[in-house]
């Protein structure tokens, strides 16, 4: 035999065996809980593209929102898609990323990018907060009202 013909065979059993896993699920179910990472790969590329020294440093604005919602969506895809109630405000936050890592590696470190990330991380922490507070931080907050007005009687002067 000669080695067109075991090339062309390796390539057959190849084929063959990628018809076989797609028929049996194998690609779907990589394709259904991996998917995020086709908008992680992204972000990382750009990452590594920039400290490479191969792309601009507004190329870090899209890097770092890439990666974020990416990590925030395979949250979402591996534990449910019900924490998107408390992770929603992690979007603005990606931004606020992005933003951070254009000032501080970026080469122009204008007060207004610094103002708009930290801006922006600011809203996203109030309403991650504001979130937990709605959903089950309410809890918290009444049980610690409990406490303290408990420690407020017990604590008072005693007058006989």
Known sequence: MNRQSAAVGIGVVAVGL???LGKLG???FIGAVF?????LIPGVLLHVLYFGRMVPSVALIPAGILTVVSVILLIGNWFGWGLMKYLWPLFPFAIAVGLYEFYVFGYSRTRQVWTAAVGLAVLSIVMFGMTLLWTWGIYVL?????????WLVLRRPRTW
Do not use: E, M, S, Y
């Not at 998917?35 to 908008?39: G, K, Q």
């Not at 009444?142 to 408990?150: K, S």
């Open 26 to 28: 194998v690609f779907a």
């Open 18 to 20: 990628i018809i076989l």
């Open 35 to 39: 998917w995020p990472l086709f908008i």
């Open 142 to 150: 009444a049980a610690g009202l409990i406490g303290f007005g408990a």
